[in-house]
């Protein structure tokens, strides 16, 4: 089993930035990759960015050129660098780790607003 724990979210003027970061605990030597995904209101779960323990990182298209997973980071913890955030970026932010299975973090809210 592996559990998740992120931090860093919270309330941020448009344009502004921010750092999430999801600390792994238990079995983490399965961990293959790990991302980061978000759900806002009445819309499904998306992923925003992913990034395996080999350093490939993958981006959505709405988040390229503003979110970063910093490579040096594709170990434990895994952060998730938030730049230039614009209203549409609101959500609830999880992330999740697979590896031999999946895991969830329990998420954290992240509100672009002025």
């Known amino acids: 089993q592996v559990q998740l724990v992120e931090s860093g979210g919270g309330l941020v003027q448009p344009g502004g930035s921010l750092r999430l970061s999801c600390a792994a605990s238990?079995?983490?030597?399965?961990?293959?990759?790990m991302g980061w995904y978000r759900q806002a209101p009445g819309k499904q779960r998306e992923l925003v960015a992913a990034?395996?323990?080999?350093?490939?990182?993958n981006y959505a298209d709405s988040v390229k050129g503003r979110f970063t997973i910093p490579r040096d980071n594709a170990k434990n913890p895994v952060y998730l660098q938030m730049n230039s955030l614009k209203p549409g970026d609101t959500a609830v932010y999880y992330c999740?780790?697979?590896?031999?299975?999946?895991?969830w973090g329990q998420g954290t809210q992240v509100t672009v607003s002025s």
């Open positions: 999740k780790a697979g590896g031999g299975g999946f895991w």
């Open positions: 238990g079995s983490i030597f399965s961990i293959n990759a």
């Open positions: 990034i395996t323990s080999g350093g490939s990182t």
